[in-house]
């Protein structure tokens, strides 16, 4: 049974760069040692049958495709903008330039 005791919680909140204060660090290595408790039982199960997965659970996309739709009035849009230059909208630099 893998047991982590105080000095690792300190060590390791130390290069975290965490305060701790004794009471957080008692509380956090009995957490850690009953998480570590736990990851040794999940490692008792037969896996050998199951393949590799990045969820739990099967997610698919459930947002509607893209669908390109001109909008009729061009000019309207553009009237909206804060600035234009031409047919297009005017936005400030952001790269390069003088």
């Given at each position: 049974?893998?047991?982590?005791?105080?000095?690792?919680?300190?060590k390791v909140a130390h290069l975290?760069?965490?305060?701790?204060?004794?009471?957080?660090?008692?509380?956090?290595?009995?957490?850690?040692?009953?998480?570590?408790?736990?990851?040794?039982?999940?490692?008792?199960?037969?896996?050998?049958?199951?393949?590799?997965?990045?969820?739990?659970?099967?997610?698919?996309?459930?947002?509607?495709?893209?669908?390109?739709?001109?909008?009729?009035?061009?000019?309207q849009i553009l009237d909206r903008?804060?600035?234009?230059?031409?047919?297009?909208?005017?936005?400030?630099?952001?790269?390069?330039?003088?």
């Amino acid at each position: 049974m893998t047991k982590i005791d105080r000095e690792q919680v300190h060590k390791v909140a130390h290069l975290a760069r965490l305060e701790l204060n004794a009471e957080e660090e008692e509380r956090f290595t009995t957490q850690l040692s009953s998480i570590l408790e736990y990851f040794e039982q999940l490692s008792e199960l037969d896996t050998t049958d199951v393949e590799p997965t990045a969820r739990a659970i099967d997610v698919t996309n459930v947002t509607r495709p893209d669908a390109l739709q001109s909008y009729g009035d061009r000019e309207q849009i553009l009237d909206r903008a804060p600035e234009r230059e031409g047919e297009f909208f005017k936005v400030p630099q952001i790269m390069g330039g003088d």
